[in-house]
């Protein structure tokens, strides 16, 4: 049977294949992962459609193919072999798939599955003398081929964590150590997507920015009493940003012209709140997972999910249908301790929400009895919006409304939701 | 075939070859004979490996020359040099090691019968390639020019040589640099398996084309060791005293084939043994007799030269092949062959 | 210091010599009264004489066979060979009896000459007049083949030749007869057998000699600067004897080998080197040798065809990019 290149998110027409888990000639369960295919941000493990042996790869590594497009064939255990006639990918892909059916013995020197099988001597003798299972080696060279390089890196950095940017991109050509002052650095896919996509946003979107400060003090209350527990059961920190999700999501409700986008005529209002959290892959570029119904979720469900997504985007392991749908984002900067940021709305979305660090400062507290200064934890809520959607009065009582869920809510109950 | 020979210019009288020097170009004509055959019966024995090219016949003029030389004039010759090496004095155990591929030869079994060298003895080197040691020769005779020497060179050549391009450029360049050079054709009417005479435009391949070079036709019997031994004197004292080149043409025959693997069939009816009745060795015998050498002088200096060749031919037989470590030997100067670090 | 181009660097390098020794002649055809036809050796005959600085009739054989002789005899000869396509005129001279006859004579007799000659492509002159041919030299035993990409090089190796008791094949790159470059003060003399690295890089590589040098080094530039791609470039000046340990040791570093030859495809100077890397340096391999060399034709004349055939910097460039990762 035919493995097709899947439909990946409802913009996307066409996925670079970037791993093959399994050679021609191997054995293949129905379900399990068959291939990686890379999309705008994300790469995706592929199963299985059946079991059988996988007869022919049509698309190789580092070969980016249509949706819909035949990828490979599976010969399920019963069923006869068809061979393609016409395959849907360059010729030469098809020819070295085709040449590759029947499997080769080990000492065959032509090329099986991918480059990542071609093994040059240096590699070979390097993963002789240091004991080295090349299979675990990424390869960065053409065609996903493993480099003397990559089998250098691999040793220097053995029993360090995988490397966390997104898989099998050719990586930037090698700088030499000898460079002059200046240096030049290719963009990731990531990064050229995220681009583009900025650049289009800033270019089409008029952009204005309000900011309001927010008492935190109920929410650091929350974090003081429940956040050790909370570690200790769930197995991550208890951060701001669940809070300031579910503070928006109740102000969205309230403003919904907020809850849209807009295609430069129409403004599409969403009935469902989902939010786009943005995510940064360790300075390597931005991804924008959503948590979807936030209104639905409890504060601890949000909590979950939002570190979820975090963790698993920067793993480069987010499923396609993560990265859709979002109605408003937030992107949060205060780890950093910045006062506050403008950010480039995420159009189609009318609008979006930096939050900043939250830091102590002192406030005029006001009482009956007389005004008195106090030792408050003081955030900044910036909000950028489109100019053409909403006006300033609108974003603003928005921002207002925000800030006192922030400031008056009882977190410590909706922590023990 | 006419085997008498017209001289075209008449030698100087006045060089009076005293008695000393006539002994001595018997001795030399007859241990260069003896020598040359012992190599045959070696051959015949296989001792002699490879090919050889032999001069029977022809042993007057590497005789004549060798008396007339000076040690520090220099001997070029071809693949056909055993007679010249021998000649200038080279050892004959030597020279039959060295065609016996053995360690006591002249050039350590590197080289073979066609290359036979000893520069102790001003043999500059036997050249395999037809013509290509005559412009050598007159780099040698450069040299000489050039540092103020009376040196001369003398290249020894065959007749087939005169058809070659190095043999025209040589001459050309000799006679435009007045070089002290003196080459000799030794005109044995064969190139290899043909007649001369049918593959060259004149009719004596070397004295009809002197004239192309400004230099005299000089045409002599080469059978006769007296005629080219006044002609060598003469040619090589005029050369020395700066009076340029000479090209003679000795006209000679070989008894043998062009090498053994000839045994020269091509040759018409009659004309070798009209030949052996021009044996130099046998002329000059008789030339002794009449100057009144007595017959027991001349068997003397007949067992000699046997005795000589026998102790020659006991020292190479005994003499062992060479050593393997001398094949990455003397490519360069430093004696090594290495061409990388 | 002081700038020489590339042709006043061969006779001041002769110069050099004939003052030191004087044993040190020069022959050849137009050398002496006109300079020679390159103009590389005016000079010489003003300053030397009609007896040391020598003009011959067009006689390629007679040329190199007195230069034999002379060497044989006393002398340190320099002989030229106007354009070393000419070298098949007299090549017999060459491979069969200069190169030969120390050997064949076990060590007797020693050649100390030189042979100059103008190799190489890039004047249009047509295919009989513009051959590279250092790679025959190359192929017979008992010649030392030297192949200067620099002015420096040309007065030092040329000192160094003279110098050798062996023959050397001298190739100057006619192309480059005008190129300028630091030549020091003083006496000059460098050595045979002694490959230069003049870029250092960690991807490939290039391995390069006389005119292909310079283009290697205009192609190295483009590769870092614009591909990423960081390149050694080693000159290896002396195909015989060969600075093996140099060019190995560079290969190690990098993994990739990369030549580039001026000769025609088969049995270029550079098959022989990668055939010693693929053996010697086999396991320290990153990826195939690439040889860019000039493909396997006759050289065609007009300005387009030749530069076109000739490995260009643009060729190197295209060619190592579509080699590497």
Same mark, same amino acid.
């Given at each position: 049977?035919?493995?097709?290149?899947?439909?990946?998110?409802?913009?996307?027409?066409?996925?670079?294949?970037?791993?093959?888990?399994?050679?021609?000639?191997?054995?293949?369960?129905?379900?399990?992962?068959?291939?990686?295919?890379?999309?705008?941000?994300?790469?995706?493990?592929?199963?299985? #459609?059946?079991?059988?042996?996988?007869?022919?790869?049509?698309?190789?590594?580092?070969?980016?193919?249509?949706?819909?497009?035949?990828?490979?064939?599976?010969?399920?255990?019963?069923?006869?072999?068809?061979?393609?006639?016409?395959?849907?990918?360059?010729?030469? /892909?098809?020819?070295?798939?085709?040449?590759?059916?029947?499997?080769?013995?080990?000492?065959?020197?032509?090329?099986?599955?991918?480059?990542?099988?071609?093994?040059?001597?240096?590699?070979?003798?390097?993963? +002789?003398?240091?004991?080295?299972?090349?299979?675990?080696?990424?390869?960065?060279?053409?065609?996903?081929?493993?480099?003397?390089?990559?089998?250098?890196?691999?040793?220097?950095?053995?029993?360090?964590?995988?490397?966390?940017?997104?898989?099998?991109?050719?990586?930037?050509? &090698?700088?030499?150590?000898?460079?002059?002052?200046?240096?030049?650095?290719?963009?990731?896919?990531?990064?050229?997507?995220?681009?583009?996509?900025?650049?289009?946003?800033?270019?089409?979107?008029?952009?204005?920015?309000?900011?309001?400060?927010?008492?935190?003090?109920?929410?650091?209350?929350?974090?003081?009493?429940?956040?050790?527990?909370?570690?200790?059961?769930?197995?991550?920190?208890?951060?701001?940003?669940?809070?300031?999700?579910?503070?928006?999501?109740?102000?969205?409700?309230?403003?919904?012209?907020?809850?849209?986008?807009?295609?430069?005529?129409?403004?599409?209002?969403?009935?469902?709140?989902?939010?786009?959290?943005?995510?940064?892959?360790?300075?390597?570029?931005?991804?924008?997972?959503?948590?979807?119904?936030?209104?639905?979720?409890?504060?601890?469900?949000?909590?979950?999910?939002?570190?979820?997504?975090?963790?698993?985007?920067?793993?480069?392991?987010?499923?396609?249908?993560?990265?859709?749908?979002?109605?408003?984002?937030?992107?949060? *900067?205060?780890?950093?301790?910045?006062?506050?940021?403008?950010?480039?709305?995420?159009?189609?979305?009318?609008?979006?929400?930096?939050?900043?660090?939250?830091?102590?400062?002192?406030?005029?507290?006001?009482?009956?009895?007389?005004?008195?200064?106090?030792?408050?934890?003081?955030?900044?809520?910036? &909000?950028?919006?489109?100019?053409?959607?909403?006006?300033?009065?609108?974003? /603003?009582?928005?921002?207002?409304?925000?800030?006192?869920?922030?400031?008056?809510?009882?977190?410590?109950?909706?922590?023990?939701? | 075939?006419?085997?008498?020979?017209?001289?075209?210019?008449?030698?100087?009288?006045?060089?009076?070859?005293?008695?000393?020097?006539?002994?001595?170009?018997?001795?030399?004509?007859?241990?260069?004979?003896?020598?040359?055959?012992?190599?045959?019966?070696?051959?015949?024995?296989?001792?002699?490996?490879?090919?050889?090219?032999?001069?029977?016949?022809?042993?007057?003029?590497?005789?004549?020359?060798?008396?007339?030389?000076?040690?520090?004039?220099?001997?070029?010759?071809?693949?056909?040099?055993?007679?010249?090496?021998?000649?200038?004095?080279?050892?004959?155990?030597?020279?039959?090691?060295?065609?016996?591929?053995?360690?006591?030869?002249?050039?350590?079994?590197?080289?073979?019968?066609?290359?036979?060298?000893?520069?102790?003895?001003?043999?500059?080197?036997?050249? +395999?390639?037809?013509?290509?040691?005559?412009?050598?020769?007159?780099?040698?005779?450069?040299?000489?020019?050039?540092?103020?020497?009376?040196?001369?060179?003398?290249?020894?050549? =065959?007749?087939?040589?005169?058809?070659?391009?190095?043999?025209?450029?040589?001459?050309?360049?000799?006679?435009?640099?007045?070089? @002290?050079?003196?080459?000799?054709?030794?005109?044995?009417?064969?190139?290899?398996?043909?007649?001369?005479?049918?593959?060259?435009?004149?009719?004596?391949?070397?004295?009809?084309?002197?004239?192309?070079?400004?230099?005299?036709?000089?045409?002599?019997?080469?059978?006769?060791?007296?005629?080219?031994?006044?002609?060598?004197?003469?040619?090589?004292?005029?050369?020395?005293?700066?009076?340029?080149?000479?090209?003679?043409?000795?006209?000679?025959?070989?008894?043998?084939?062009?090498?053994?693997?000839?045994? /020269?069939?091509?040759?018409?009816?009659?004309?070798?043994?009209?030949?052996?009745?021009?044996? @130099?060795? *046998?002329?000059?015998?008789?030339?002794?007799?009449?100057?009144?050498?007595?017959?027991?002088?001349?068997?003397?200096?007949?067992? !000699?030269?046997?005795?000589?060749?026998?102790?020659?031919?006991?020292?190479?037989?005994?003499?062992?092949?060479?050593?393997?470590?001398?094949?990455?030997?003397?490519?360069?100067?430093?004696?090594?062959?290495?061409?990388?670090? | 210091? /002081?700038?020489?181009?590339?042709?006043?660097?061969? $006779?001041?390098?002769?110069?050099?010599?004939?003052?030191?020794?004087?044993?040190?002649?020069?022959?050849?055809?137009?050398?002496?009264?006109?300079?020679?036809?390159?103009?590389?050796?005016?000079?010489?005959?003003?300053?030397?004489?009609?007896?040391?600085?020598?003009?011959?009739?067009?006689?390629?054989?007679?040329?190199?066979?007195?230069?034999?002789?002379?060497?044989?005899?006393?002398?340190?000869?320099?002989?030229?060979?106007?354009?070393?396509?000419?070298?098949?005129?007299?090549?017999?001279?060459?491979? *069969?009896?200069?190169?030969?006859?120390?050997?064949?004579?076990?060590?007797?007799?020693?050649?100390?000459?030189?042979?100059?000659?103008?190799?190489?492509?890039?004047?249009?002159?047509?295919?009989?007049?513009? &051959?590279?041919?250092?790679?025959?030299?190359?192929?017979?035993?008992?010649?030392?083949?030297?192949? #200067?990409?620099?002015?420096?090089?040309?007065?030092?190796?040329?000192?160094?030749?003279?110098?050798?008791?062996?023959?050397?094949?001298?190739?100057?790159?006619?192309?480059?007869? $005008?190129?300028?470059?630091?030549?020091?003060?003083?006496?000059?003399?460098?050595?045979?057998?002694?490959?230069?690295?003049?870029?250092? =890089?960690?991807?490939?590589?290039?391995?390069?000699?006389?005119?292909?040098?310079?283009?290697?080094?205009?192609?190295?530039?483009?590769?870092?600067?614009?591909?990423?791609?960081?390149?050694?470039?080693?000159?290896?000046?002396?195909?015989?004897?060969?600075?093996?340990?140099?060019?190995?040791?560079?290969?190690?570093?990098?993994?990739?080998?990369?030549?580039?030859?001026?000769?025609?495809?088969?049995?270029?100077?550079?098959?022989?080197?990668?055939?010693?890397?693929?053996?010697?340096?086999?396991?320290?391999?990153?990826?195939?040798?690439?040889?860019?060399?000039?493909?396997?034709? #006759?050289?065609?004349?007009?300005? !387009?065809?030749?530069?076109?055939?000739?490995?260009?910097?643009?060729?190197?460039?295209?060619?190592?990019?579509?080699?590497?990762?």
């Amino acid at each position: 049977m035919d493995v097709i290149m899947p439909q990946l998110g409802e913009t996307v027409a066409e996925g670079t294949v970037t791993r093959w888990y399994k050679k021609v000639g191997d054995a293949v369960k129905a379900d399990e992962t068959l291939f990686d295919v890379e999309t705008d941000k994300v790469s995706t493990e592929i199963p299985a #459609p059946a079991s059988g042996v996988l007869a022919q790869i049509l698309v190789q590594e580092g070969i980016t193919a249509k949706v819909g497009a035949r990828i490979a064939v599976i010969q399920e255990s019963g069923a006869a072999v068809t061979t393609s006639a016409e395959p849907s990918v360059p010729a030469a /892909a098809a020819e070295r798939a085709a040449a590759s059916t029947a499997p080769h013995p080990a000492s065959s020197g032509f090329p099986r599955g991918g480059a990542a099988e071609r093994l040059s001597p240096v590699v070979r003798k390097l993963c +002789a003398e240091h004991a080295l299972d090349p299979q675990q080696i990424a390869g960065t060279g053409r065609d996903g081929r493993i480099t003397r390089e990559d089998v250098l890196e691999y040793i220097a950095t053995r029993g360090a964590p995988r490397p966390s940017a997104l898989p099998s991109e050719p990586r930037a050509p &090698q700088q030499p150590a000898t460079a002059a002052a200046q240096s030049t650095i290719s963009l990731t896919n990531v990064r050229r997507r995220t681009a583009e996509h900025v650049a289009k946003s800033w270019t089409t979107v008029p952009h204005v920015l309000q900011a309001m400060e927010a008492d935190f003090h109920r929410i650091v209350e929350a974090r003081r009493r429940m956040g050790e527990q909370w570690k200790q059961r769930e197995g991550f920190a208890l951060t701001y940003l669940p809070f300031i999700a579910r503070a928006a999501s109740i102000a969205l409700a309230k403003f919904p012209h907020l809850n849209a986008t807009f295609d430069g005529a129409q403004l599409k209002l969403h009935r469902r709140i989902n939010l786009g959290i943005a995510v940064d892959l360790n300075f390597e570029g931005l991804v924008v997972p959503v948590v979807k119904d936030v209104p639905a979720k409890s504060l601890p469900q949000i909590a979950r999910e939002i570190n979820d997504l975090a963790t698993r985007a920067r793993a480069g392991r987010l499923k396609p249908d993560e990265l859709t749908e979002a109605t408003y984002t937030i992107t949060n *900067n205060g780890a950093f301790g910045t006062l506050f940021t403008a950010p480039i709305i995420n159009a189609p979305q009318v609008a979006i929400l930096s939050t900043d660090a939250v830091r102590k400062k002192p406030v005029v507290i006001e009482a009956p009895e007389g005004d008195s200064i106090a030792i408050r934890p003081v955030g900044m809520l910036a &909000q950028t919006f489109d100019h053409r959607a909403v006006d300033g009065a609108y974003a /603003a009582a928005f921002l207002r409304e925000i800030k006192s869920v922030i400031e008056a809510r009882d977190w410590i109950q909706a922590l023990q939701a | 075939m006419d085997t008498s020979v017209k001289r075209k210019k008449a030698t100087t009288p006045g060089i009076d070859i005293g008695r000393e020097t006539r002994l001595e170009l018997y001795r030399l004509q007859v241990e260069l004979r003896y020598c040359e055959k012992r190599a045959y019966d070696l051959f015949l024995q296989n001792l002699v490996k490879g090919t050889s090219h032999l001069s029977l016949g022809q042993e007057a003029i590497a005789a004549a020359f060798g008396v007339a030389m000076r040690p520090d004039d220099w001997t070029f010759c071809t693949y056909r040099g055993h007679a010249h090496t021998l000649a200038r004095g080279a050892s004959m155990a030597g020279v039959l090691g060295e065609l016996m591929g053995r360690e006591c030869g002249l050039l350590g079994g590197k080289g073979g019968s066609m290359h036979l060298t000893d520069v102790t003895r001003g043999a500059m080197g036997s050249y +395999a390639i037809i013509g290509a040691h005559l412009p050598v020769a007159a780099g040698a005779a450069w040299s000489a020019q050039y540092r103020g020497t009376e040196q001369v060179a003398v290249c020894f050549f =065959g007749d087939g040589t005169t058809n070659i391009g190095a043999f025209h450029e040589a001459l050309n360049f000799s006679a435009v640099w007045r070089l @002290p050079v003196v080459f000799v054709c030794e005109n044995n009417l064969y190139m290899e398996y043909t007649p001369i005479h049918a593959v060259t435009a004149v009719k004596n391949p070397a004295a009809d084309r002197a004239s192309a070079y400004g230099l005299e036709s000089i045409l002599i019997d080469g059978n006769d060791a007296d005629e080219v031994y006044r002609t060598a004197v003469e040619c090589m004292n005029r050369a020395r005293k700066g009076g340029g080149p000479a090209l003679i043409e000795a006209v000679t025959y070989r008894h043998s084939g062009h090498s053994r693997a000839d045994p /020269a069939k091509y040759r018409p009816e009659g004309e070798l043994e009209r030949w052996l009745e021009r044996d @130099p060795l *046998n002329l000059y015998r008789t030339r002794l007799l009449h100057h009144g050498f007595t017959e027991g002088t001349l068997k003397d200096i007949e067992a !000699e030269a046997m005795r000589k060749v026998d102790e020659a031919t006991a020292v190479a037989k005994a003499s062992p092949t060479p050593s393997l470590d001398g094949i990455e030997k003397n490519v360069w100067a430093d004696g090594g062959a290495a061409w990388r670090n | 210091m /002081a700038e020489l181009t590339y042709r006043d660097a061969v $006779a001041a390098g002769i110069a050099q010599e004939m003052a030191r020794d004087e044993r040190v002649v020069f022959l050849g055809e137009d050398v002496a009264a006109a300079g020679g036809v390159f103009k590389a050796t005016v000079g010489l005959l003003e300053k030397f004489g009609p007896k040391r600085v020598r003009d011959c009739p067009i006689s390629e054989q007679a040329i190199l066979g007195a230069a034999m002789g002379a060497a044989m005899t006393g002398l340190r000869p320099i002989a030229e060979i106007m354009f070393s396509d000419f070298l098949a005129v007299c090549w017999d001279i060459v491979a *069969n009896e200069i190169a030969k006859t120390r050997y064949m004579t076990n060590g007797q007799i020693t050649l100390p000459l030189v042979i100059r000659t103008a190799n190489g492509a890039g004047s249009r002159f047509g295919a009989q007049h513009s &051959q590279s041919v250092e790679n025959w030299a190359m192929a017979v035993p008992g010649i030392k083949v030297v192949a #200067p990409a620099f002015p420096a090089d040309v007065k030092g190796l040329l000192a160094a030749a003279v110098r050798d008791p062996d023959p050397v094949l001298f190739f100057e790159q006619k192309s480059l007869y $005008a190129m300028k470059g630091e030549v020091p003060d003083g006496e000059c003399i460098d050595e045979l057998g002694k490959a230069k690295v003049l870029r250092s =890089g960690k991807d490939c590589t290039i391995v390069a000699l006389a005119a292909m040098v310079h283009r290697a080094l205009g192609a190295a530039e483009i590769l870092e600067k614009q591909h990423g791609i960081s390149c050694t470039v080693v000159d290896v000046r002396s195909l015989v004897p060969l600075d093996t340990r140099t060019i190995l040791s560079e290969v190690v570093k990098t993994g990739r080998l990369v030549t580039v030859e001026e000769n025609p495809r088969l049995c270029g100077w550079g098959a022989e080197i990668a055939s010693i890397v693929a053996d010697e340096c086999f396991w320290d391999l990153d990826g195939p040798i690439l040889r860019i060399t000039t493909p396997h034709v #006759p050289l065609p004349s007009a300005d !387009e065809l030749e530069d076109h055939t000739i490995p260009s910097v643009e060729r190197i460039v295209r060619e190592i990019r579509e080699k590497f990762d």
